[in-house]
């Protein structure tokens, strides 16, 4: 069965610190999508990035970078030389191509950029 | 171009009363989500639609639950009757199809005392 695996809950650090979600997941599906969402204090959902599973390149987006390792089976974001506005829960994500559109969210970290 | 357009923002309601919610997709996504946040149980996944047919329902709670999806931009979620176990953010999210990212409205956040 499919699974999201976000075992921090909530993460404290001082703006300009460097910072790792980590997201672990679990599929028998040789086919699927990862994602990632920020949900800021404002309480919107805001999709980030969409990674399928034969695409292993890491990819960086300004401050933010994800790390996908299909040996391990995880998929982490950076956020490098935080800033307060990067407070808010993040969600990693997973969609099996047999699932169809079927998203499965982990339970979220929260993140807090204290300035 | 507007996102998704959730009504209303609020909702306060006393128990046993029905209530509806309202979804407008993106224009031109073909798939439209009902998810539901509670700290309790995080986020949920109640429904879904392909083409306005609903794929899979298997989350909605129970009975009292019914979602709707007359035409490609607009979709309903009813509770009825509503009870307070049901107080909870309601989102709904659309997309261009499988795999693809999903488009998240605002929310609806709904108390019902």
């Known amino acids: 069965a499919q699974k999201v695996t976000q075992a921090q809950t909530e993460i404290s650090v001082v703006e300009k610190e460097d910072v790792t979600l980590d997201c672990v997941y679990e599929t028998r599906d040789t086919t699927y999508y990862l994602f990632w969402y920020k949900q800021p204090p404002s309480g919107e959902l805001v999709f980030l990035i969409r990674?399928?599973?034969?695409?292993?390149q890491n990819e960086i987006s300004g401050r933010y970078s994800w790390n996908f390792q299909k040996s391990t089976s995880s998929f982490n974001f950076t956020i490098t030389a935080s800033q307060v506005v990067d407070s808010a829960v993040y969600f990693c994500a997973l969609s099996e191509a047999r699932s169809t559109d079927k998203l499965i969210f982990g339970t979220g970290t929260r993140l807090q950029v204290f300035p | 171009d507007a996102g998704v357009i959730q009504s209303p923002r609020h909702e306060v309601t006393e128990m046993g009363q029905e209530v509806t919610l309202r979804c407008k997709p993106i224009s031109g996504h073909n798939s439209l989500f009902w998810y539901r946040q509670t700290m309790m149980r995080g986020l949920e996944l109640l429904i879904y639609?392909?083409?306005?047919?609903?794929?899979?329902d298997s989350g909605m709670p129970e009975d009292r639950f019914s979602a709707k999806m007359p035409n490609a931009s607009f979709s309903t979620l009813k509770i009825q009757p509503s009870e307070p176990r049901d107080s909870a953010v309601y989102f709904c999210a659309s997309s261009t199809g499988p795999y693809y990212e999903q488009y998240f409205g605002p929310g609806t956040r709904l108390t019902v005392t």
């Open positions: 990674r399928n599973s034969f695409d292993e």
């Open positions: 639609f392909n083409n306005n047919v609903p794929i899979d």
